[in-house]
């Protein structure tokens, strides 16, 4: 190694010399590698003539044709539609007092469990012109694919359906501002 070369790589580290190397100088270092550069001599080898290899068949893969989900079309009986994620029978109850204080009961609404619902088709639900009131509770409409942006508490008319959006049963049971965010917002509702 050159010593301006080895000066720079280690600069500011002590370098020790080896005394069991045999390697006096540079000179000999690059003799060496030219010595074993040198090809050796072999024998001569018969030339076969060069066969090109064929490449493998391409394997015909048939492409699945795209599924389109079936939909089945939402049966929608009553003018309240209540939406939830699952329904506990506790949830079911307070969703009763719920309905029970704007004049309604369970029997009155429809009431879609998300998890138990794969999808709820939008045109097809608007066009059944069904449904006048719809209330989620805890299920953003984005999650539904529905291009509908609800701002939580605050009534939106959409298509002449009145859309409110408020936090899922559990969370209003154990919280009385989510109670009384959720009385004022049905009150503006039903008019009361």
Do not use: C
């Amino acid at each position: 190694m050159n010593h301006i070369l080895a000066q720079y790589l280690f600069n500011k580290e002590t370098l020790y010399k080896n005394p069991q190397t045999e390697i006096a100088s540079e000179k000999e270092i690059v003799a060496q590698k030219k010595e074993a550069a040198l090809p050796e001599q072999t024998p001569a080898i018969a030339l076969t003539p060069k066969v090109t290899p064929t490449p493998p068949p391409t394997p015909v893969v048939e492409v699945p044709k795209a599924v389109k989900p079936v939909v089945v079309p939402l049966k929608l009986n009553h003018p309240f539609l209540v939406i939830t994620d699952v329904i506990s029978d506790d949830e079911k109850a307070l969703l009763g007092k719920i309905l029970g204080a704007v004049g309604l009961s369970l029997s009155q609404i429809d009431l879609i469990e998300i998890q138990k619902t794969q999808h709820i088709d939008y045109p097809s639900f608007i066009a059944q012109k069904v449904t006048t009131k719809f209330i989620s509770f805890g299920v953003g409409l984005s999650r539904l694919n529905w291009d509908i942006m609800l701002v939580p508490y605050q009534i939106k008319n959409v298509s002449g359906i009145d859309f409110l959006l408020a936090n899922d049963l559990r969370a209003i049971a154990a919280d009385t501002t989510l109670k009384k965010n959720l009385w004022a917002a049905l009150q503006k509702m039903f008019g009361k």
